[in-house]
């Protein structure tokens, strides 16, 4: 048992298809952990109650009782009334507006904190991984869209009700591809893990791609970051193409933001860059000095990210202990 | 006289064809004004010169000693250096590493802020014109260039060591027009007032803009803001046409920046905007709703900027007394 009570934190990543909840110490030191799979099918209830179960799980793993915890942080997926800790909608939970901060503080009694789940790994870039230091750092986390986040002078940037940062849905290209936003040439319509599967699936159908063929095929649940990234390895240069041209494209993008923010890091991380992290750095630095300006694009350093999945449980248990997020 | 002394601000705008300087009470009341010309091409002595006497003649119509200055603010062109206070390069004056705020500190032995000249007037617009209360306020001055600034949460969003916020420079069309920064495709290269003086100039080449080409023809120094305006109302539909696909493509563009910074206002000022801010407003919040994702869009109001050459003088002082820029 810990012995000075409320001193530990609690992170919450909460996913569409998986949560992870972690007890942090008051130097953020792990103390214990838990995973469980997010059980969308069986309703918003169920969800609920397995996050508290997983809470649960790893205040037990860690041998401290819930009143020992300070407060909570979870990073969470859809559109946030950050100042009421609502999520207003998120589809992946197929969740319209559950007040999950007061249901998280009546179960725990203490403070509770929701943050967007990219703007929680990026404060956790920022305070103990990649981007440590930063004036300003940019977070870009390319995953089945393209999530973005920015810490300005230690406070995460947000808007006046919720978060900010959308870099996935950035207008990228007149008349270009849908996106799942509705409108047309976002971003992550160009360049997110889902537009490069179903790009890198024509490949395969054309035999352009005999490894993925072989071992994906064409459907594009199959065709996630790894195998990819296996794909290249073994030599469908078509593959290895798509992803460059969409990782430079990515770049560009991200050259505009450093336009606006003058950033001084930026932070890469997310399944597709843990997958192939020296190519698309390669890339995205390429594509972001096309379009930067000199006095931006010399200041700016891009690198990968140092703490995959814990960058959401430990930024989210940072915010809530530290407030930075102001809700 | 004034008999509190310290008591007054000076803001300065230093442009590169005139220059003004108005000083304000502790209210931020004018006290008196001057302008001047630039003179360039006299070189750098000449300039800092005429900035010193300009702002001397000010303080005479406003009867305040120099003695009686508590601070000068100057909202300057070109790259800056804010902690130092140098101009680094300024094209428009023909200045390279000029220690501006050094050199008005000794003049009038004050306080001496310098800002970005664009940045100066969105801070004005927030602190005393359309964007008064704002949470985050987004300012587009479409001049020659594209200029931009960002007031968040009380404070000009900055680099690291300079200005930010460069949205003329954001990249919008792969392989488009040639921009001033040396780029292709940026958004000032496709929508400033100089890409729009060019295409109305080969209208009117063509014949196809008969009020324009009686009255500035083909040169582009001639085809100002107000000669725009007057085409447009005389009958030039092909003057419109171009300014408003112009505008509605800068609408696009900040709708991209509204996904970025969540801002619950945008003030559209310079002199394109001032010429004819109803065709402007309007396609500029067409352009926007095209881009900004739904919860953003329903969150921000597009306004004209209420201030016009004030603003940057306006904003400048408040900077100096209220140290908002903290340089």
Request: charged share 25%; proline share 4%.
């Given at each position: 048992m810990v012995k000075r009570k409320k001193k530990v934190w609690v992170g919450f990543d909460l996913g569409g298809t998986k949560m992870m909840a972690t007890v942090y110490d008051g130097g953020f030191k792990p103390l214990g952990s838990a995973k469980a799979k997010t059980p969308v099918n069986e309703g918003p209830k169920a969800v609920q109650a397995r996050i508290r179960e997983t809470i649960a799980a790893a205040l037990k793993e860690a041998k401290?009782?819930?009143?020992?915890?300070a407060g909570i942080g979870v990073g969470c997926?859809?559109?946030?009334d950050l100042d009421k800790g609502?999520?207003?909608?998120a589809p992946n939970l197929a969740?319209?507006?559950?007040p999950l901060r007061a249901l998280l503080a009546g179960w725990f009694h203490c403070r509770v904190l929701l943050a967007n789940d990219v703007d929680a790994g990026t404060y956790g870039e920022w305070r103990f991984g990649a981007?440590?230091?930063?004036r300003t750092l940019v977070g870009v986390f390319p995953g089945t869209g393209i999530g973005g986040g920015c810490v300005y002078e230690g406070k995460l940037l947000r808007g006046k009700t919720g978060s900010a940062?959308?870099?996935?849905?950035?207008?990228?290209?007149?008349?270009?591809r849908l996106c799942g936003c509705g409108r047309r040439g976002c971003l992550e319509a160009l360049a997110g893990r889902l537009a490069i599967s179903a790009e890198v699936a024509q490949a395969a159908f054309r035999g352009e791609a005999p490894f993925l063929a072989a071992n994906g095929g064409s459907d594009l649940k199959k065709l996630k970051s790894g195998l990819l990234a296996k794909a290249i390895k073994a030599g469908d240069a078509a593959v290895e193409r798509i992803i460059r041209d969409a990782m430079r494209l990515m770049g560009r993008a991200i050259g505009g933001v450093v336009n606006l923010l003058a950033p001084d890091v930026v932070v890469l991380g997310g399944g597709l860059v843990e997958a192939m992290p020296r190519l698309a750095l390669e890339e995205v630095r390429i594509g972001l000095k096309e379009t930067a300006m000199d006095s931006f694009s010399k200041q700016v350093k891009v690198v990968e990210a140092e703490?995959?999945?814990d960058a959401t449980t430990l930024g989210a248990a940072a915010l809530a202990a530290e407030g930075a997020g102001r809700n």
């Amino acid at each position: 048992m810990v012995k000075r009570k409320k001193k530990v934190w609690v992170g919450f990543d909460l996913g569409g298809t998986k949560m992870m909840a972690t007890v942090y110490d008051g130097g953020f030191k792990p103390l214990g952990s838990a995973k469980a799979k997010t059980p969308v099918n069986e309703g918003p209830k169920a969800v609920q109650a397995r996050i508290r179960e997983t809470i649960a799980a790893a205040l037990k793993e860690a041998k401290v009782p819930a009143r020992g915890v300070a407060g909570i942080g979870v990073g969470c997926p859809g559109v946030l009334d950050l100042d009421k800790g609502l999520i207003l909608e998120a589809p992946n939970l197929a969740w319209k507006r559950v007040p999950l901060r007061a249901l998280l503080a009546g179960w725990f009694h203490c403070r509770v904190l929701l943050a967007n789940d990219v703007d929680a790994g990026t404060y956790g870039e920022w305070r103990f991984g990649a981007g440590r230091g930063a004036r300003t750092l940019v977070g870009v986390f390319p995953g089945t869209g393209i999530g973005g986040g920015c810490v300005y002078e230690g406070k995460l940037l947000r808007g006046k009700t919720g978060s900010a940062m959308e870099i996935g849905h950035l207008p990228i290209r007149e008349h270009g591809r849908l996106c799942g936003c509705g409108r047309r040439g976002c971003l992550e319509a160009l360049a997110g893990r889902l537009a490069i599967s179903a790009e890198v699936a024509q490949a395969a159908f054309r035999g352009e791609a005999p490894f993925l063929a072989a071992n994906g095929g064409s459907d594009l649940k199959k065709l996630k970051s790894g195998l990819l990234a296996k794909a290249i390895k073994a030599g469908d240069a078509a593959v290895e193409r798509i992803i460059r041209d969409a990782m430079r494209l990515m770049g560009r993008a991200i050259g505009g933001v450093v336009n606006l923010l003058a950033p001084d890091v930026v932070v890469l991380g997310g399944g597709l860059v843990e997958a192939m992290p020296r190519l698309a750095l390669e890339e995205v630095r390429i594509g972001l000095k096309e379009t930067a300006m000199d006095s931006f694009s010399k200041q700016v350093k891009v690198v990968e990210a140092e703490l995959g999945d814990d960058a959401t449980t430990l930024g989210a248990a940072a915010l809530a202990a530290e407030g930075a997020g102001r809700n």
